[in-house]
């Protein structure tokens, strides 16, 4: 498989590999963490201000970022190399030399709201007993959270985030659930996430939002990407029902 090595103005080797005839791959690092999220959401915001002929989307991860294009495009592009891989691969090295301040990486803060417990969360009991809480220490936890979003996948629009306090850390579901409602709010080990969709699911289901988490109809369909930060607002039922979303 191709591969090539360059920095991103760091220390930690970017690694490019070829994915597919109409992808490739840029590995990062290793370890999940806030700084490795930084250089991934740093270099693809730089990738799309600086993009290509044919980049079609990039897809960032917990330690990755792919990057989708159309081979014919690329390769009547002016790009250096003789083939696709060495074409894109040129353009991304050079996108790797550029330098940026740390704080011209741009990332949302959104605020979600969720009502908690009761028929939106029956999980938060589980979570609760598992690291001997109360329900309300629970909510208080979660909402308290400042969370970063890794990377969306398992279903489109799914967000995974990092950040939740560890004394709400709980295992998955020993048997997972066949249907978790689009909206619902959940906790597995210690990441929380929210469903975009009804799916079966085994996370720790404590709450939901009115929020609508995934639309084709929208310009950018995923109402969160990698990169984003995240709080969330507990509301009550009727709060919950009023709750009008305009994206």
């Known amino acids: ?25 840029i590995t990062f690092g290793t370890e999940i963490d806030n700084d490795l999220l930084y250089l991934i959401t740093g270099f693809n915001q730089l990738l799309l201000q600086n993009s290509f002929n044919g980049l079609i989307t990039t897809v960032p991860a917990y330690t990755t970022l792919t990057v989708f294009y159309d081979p014919l495009t690329v390769m009547l592009s002016d790009l250096p190399g003789e083939g696709c891989f060495e074409k ?5 090295n ?21 009502c908690y417990g009761g028929d939106f969360g029956h999980d ?9 809480l109360s329900e309300s220490e629970v909510i208080e936890m979660h909402t308290a959270g400042y969370y970063t979003v890794f990377m969306i996948g398992f ?17 998955r579901k020993e048997v997972p659930a ?7 709010v959940g906790i597995a080990g210690n990441q929380t996430g929210i469903y975009p ?6 996370w720790q289901i404590i709450g939901r939002t009115p929020v609508k988490m995934f639309d084709v109809s929208r310009k950018q369909p995923s109402f969160l990407k990698g990169g984003d930060r995240v709080t969330f607002q507990a509301v009550d039922m009727d709060e919950f029902n009023a709750y009008g979303i305009e994206v």
């Open 88 to 92: 894109v691969s040129a353009h991304l």
């Open 1 to 25: 498989m191709n591969k090539q090595e360059r920095y991103l103005g760091t220390n930690i080797p970017l690694k490019i590999y070829g994915l597919s005839e109409k992808s490739v791959t």
């Open 155 to 171: 279903v489109p629009g799914f967000a995974y985030m990092g950040g939740m306090d560890n004394r709400l850390a709980t295992p």
């Open 197 to 202: 969709m009804e799916t079966p699911g085994g």
């Open 178 to 184: 066949a249907k978790i409602p689009a909206g619902s």
């Open 94 to 114: 050079k996108i790797a030399a550029i330098e940026t301040e740390k704080s011209k990486v741009m990332a949302n803060h959104l605020v979600i709201p969720v």
């Open 124 to 132: 938060v009991l589980t979570v609760a007993r598992h690291n001997k």
